[in-house]
């Protein structure tokens, strides 16, 4: 077994070897641009090339529909910016939920600021949306939806395909946005099918590079550049494309859907296991859905009675790595808004850690960590109470 054990994959993933291999061949010899007209740049650009058709193969859609970005954030940030200042003539009034990523949130706080008027849907108590409250939410002025896949801190998968079908059949005109950071790779994903216009997805969740991800869009959706420049990909995202990066980004998708029912549900299994032994330690909490309902791959344990921080590292300092429950917002204590969202007790806000596994984990990694937290627990437990 390893001397580390990295439980903390809906933060970042190891790279794949064959993608650090590839980029590492891309940086050293086709270190091309892609817009350059001699051949270093056409071998750059076949690797563009060959990275759209690769996704767009994944996601049975057309390679125009796959628009490169530096990430999960930008790609938020075009879909709902540009999704806004494109349609609104028709309109001002923008949905969202209360669980979003603060890519999407802090999107929508500047959106606010601009004239948009934004409105955020409630979630059950294992976080799901309630679609009754979208139905309601929807009005003449509605332009675009925003609902992210799956959650990042909890278990929580939302109805993606019935809102969507519920948005169109109140108005086909309304652009449907999903931030699937969390999902691509752990899913398989037909935007068509679900009635998707709008998705957004990172590379360095699913073993591909940091800094580069793409949006889906589909085709003839009404949507506004908001990066400026030498007009690369047809002008709605300029900027000298990362070759390394999208070509690593490809790869690492092309691998993780490989074998990828078989994947999946060592995943679930592993991730029941985990959740059964951990829940028998007394004073804990699963927060989100169990089981096959759930993502496979996020894990939120509230700990009654010791600091989620603290807890951390003092795994850490055994070599296993965690996050906190709201590690994408712990510096934005008003967006960590997901716990209290589905409604996690106060005193459990800052007791909750979030394990999050990949395909690389092992059992005997998830017995260490629960021979540490059946150590670490009733210790710090003590130490709280004093």
Known sequence: MKSEIYLD?????????????LMSRIMLDDYGNPSSKHNKGVEAEHYVTQAK??????????????????????????????????????????????????????????????????TYLPVDSTGCVKLEALREAL????????????????????????????????NPEIIFHTDAVQAFGKY??????????????????????????????????????????????????SGTENVPGIAGMALAAKLCYENFDEKIEKLYELKEYFVEKVLEIPGTTFNGKRGH?????????????VRSEVLLHALEDKGIYVSSGSACSSNKPVLSGTL??????????????????CTMNTREELDATIDAL???VPMLRRYTRH
């Open 188 to 237: 398989r994903i037909i935007p068509k099918k679900e009635n998707i216009d709008l998705m957004s997805v990172s590379s360095h969740k699913l073993h591909g590079p940091k800094g580069v991800g793409f949006l889906y869009i589909k085709d003839k959706t009404k949507i506004n550049p908001i990066i400026f420049g030498g007009g690369q990909q047809k002008g709605m995202r």
């Open 340 to 357: 209290k969202a589905i409604g996690v007790k106060n005193n459990l806000l800052d007791s909750t850690i979030r394990f999050s596994l």
């Open 293 to 305: 309902e759930g993502t496979p791959h996020v894990i939120s344990i509230s700990f009654e009675d």
């Open 9 to 21: 994959n809906s933060a970042t993933t190891a790279v794949y070897p064959q993608v650090v291999e």
């Open 53 to 118: 058709e690769t996704l767009a193969s994944i996601l049975k859609c057309d390679k125009k529909e796959i628009l490169f970005t530096s990430g999960g954030t930008e790609s938020d940030n075009m879909a709902l910016i540009g999704c806004a200042m494109a349609n609104k003539r028709r309109g001002s009034h923008i949905i969202t939920t209360m669980i979003e990523h603060p890519a999407v949130l802090e999107t929508t706080v500047f959106l606010e600021k601009n004239g948009f008027e934004v």
């Open 139 to 170: 009005r003449p002025e509605t332009i675009l939806v925003s609902m992210m896949y799956a959650n990042n801190e909890v278990s929580a998968v939302e109805p993606i395909a019935e809102a969507a079908q519920l948005v169109k059949a109140y």
């Open 374 to 376: 059946n150590e670490l």
